[in-house]
């Protein structure tokens, strides 16, 4: 299923995102030529999730990219051609749960603003994971738009650094 990130964008360009997920073999290259695919195809990841699987030799690679469901569709036929690829389908995000992570690092150097920011994280759910002298890190988890609406509450303490994992989804039962 498609979403619309950043709906200004998706309605300008047509193009919505979309979470494909896959099951590949564990095999030195399979990155390289899964990345051959969008790149022939003139489409970029928006973000690449991939970890291991209780399965050994066996990795799940979460991808998100934007484009129409046409395009899409190519993709995973042709994905699914590759042959360390065992499954690919594209995520429905009503049946699954899609989660990102990221960790922000946040300019807080007195007692108010420190207050104020441990107040956004406890509205959000996330944990400080470390307090320095100047600044704090953030660890939030969610959709994407919690993230983001979390990112400009706390963007006008000055975020310093910034890193997200993105999407990684699990189909419900």
Do not use: C, W
């Amino acid at each position: 299923m498609a979403t619309e990130r950043n709906g200004k964008e998706a309605n300008q360009i047509g193009h919505k995102l979309y979470i494909i997920s896959m099951l590949v073999e564990d095999r030195f290259g399979v990155l390289q030529r899964i990345a051959g695919v969008f790149s022939r195809r003139g489409f970029n990841m928006d973000t690449i999730t991939v970890g291991k699987t209780h399965t050994p030799g066996v990795s799940r690679m979460t991808i998100t990219t934007t484009g129409n469901e046409k395009i899409v569709e190519q993709m995973v036929k042709q994905l699914s051609k590759l042959v360390e690829t065992l499954k690919v389908s594209v995520v429905n995000e009503t049946e699954s749960v899609v989660r990102e992570i990221a960790l922000v690092k946040v300019h807080s150097p007195d007692f108010v603003s420190r207050s104020e920011i441990l107040n956004y994280a406890g509205i959000f759910r996330a944990k400080i994971v470390n307090v320095g002298k100047s600044s704090m890190i953030i660890e939030i988890t969610g959709d994407y738009e919690k993230i983001d609406a979390f990112l400009d509450l706390i963007k006008p303490f000055g975020i310093k650094e910034l890193v997200r994992t993105g999407l990684t989804a699990m189909m419900r039962e």
